[in-house]
């Protein structure tokens, strides 16, 4: 059974610290995904790796960045976490295939006061 | 760009009644198209993906949808819903990287 770990359920942070989430997959994936989800918008892709140490941009890229130093893990980092960027955070993980299926995480909710 | 459009943000059904949930996408180049659901609280799962092999695709806990290319849909039905059916259901089209719609919140009253 593939699984997708996230380091945390629920974050509060406040304005102006740097914030990391963790993602983890154990199937080996290619390619992994992080997303943001607000009601009403949906998912939107924030940064996409297809291999260690490679990142594409996603649609939202903006005050976020992204670290892939091994093939297992995908960290999202907040630089200076601002009000706006209070969400549901999810990582996704899949082969490298065209139509390969994604698979999540349960989520990291974050709150930033 | 590619854009996926789910009509309805809440769709509300009784047990026993049929599941529809509308989804189209944009893509010119028929794409791979997936349905996923997510329980409160949780990440999204997969409930049924097409990849042109066959137009009807059947996933899990009694879904199925749809591919017609001339009306670039993709929609998701059940014949009979279930209390445990409500949940939040996206459409997403793709290759690698996924397109996601905004979501259908599916409630199911007894």
């Known amino acids: 059974d593939v699984k997708v770990t996230q380091s945390s359920r629920y974050l509060v942070k406040r304005t102006g610290e740097k914030v990391f989430l963790e993602c983890v997959q154990d199937?080996?994936?290619?390619?992994m995904f992080w997303y943001r989800q607000d009601p009403g918008l949906g998912l939107r892709l924030i940064y996409f790796?297809?291999?260690?140490?490679?990142?594409e941009k996603g649609d939202i890229p903006e005050g976020y960045s992204v670290s892939r130093e091994k093939k297992e893990r995908f960290s999202l980092i907040l630089e200076s976490a601002s009000t706006n960027q209070t969400s549901m955070y999810l990582c996704?993980?899949?082969?490298?295939?065209?139509?390969?299926?994604?698979?999540f995480g349960p989520g990291t909710r974050l709150t930033v006061t | 760009a590619q854009s996926v459009t789910q009509l309805g943000s809440h769709v509300s059904v009784s047990e026993g009644a049929l599941v529809l949930l509308r989804c189209n996408y944009s893509?010119?180049?028929?794409?791979?198209l997936f349905w996923y659901v997510q329980y409160p609280n949780q990440g999204l799962q997969l409930l049924l993906k097409?990849?042109?092999?066959?137009?009807l695709v059947k996933g899990i806990n009694g879904f199925e949808a749809e591919f017609k290319k001339s009306e670039t849909s993709f929609h998701l039905t059940k014949p009979s819903a279930h209390m445990s059916d409500a949940a939040e259901y996206f459409c997403?089209?793709?290759?690698?990287?996924?397109?996601f719609g905004t979501g259908t919140r599916l409630l199911v009253s007894p």
């Open positions: 097409y990849t042109s092999a066959a137009t």
């Open positions: 996704a993980s899949s082969g490298r295939l065209a139509g390969d299926e994604q698979y």
């Open positions: 893509s010119s180049v028929p794409p791979y």
């Open positions: 790796s297809y291999d260690v140490k490679m990142k």
């Open positions: 997403a089209e793709g290759f690698q990287k996924l397109v």
């Open positions: 199937m080996d994936h290619e390619n």
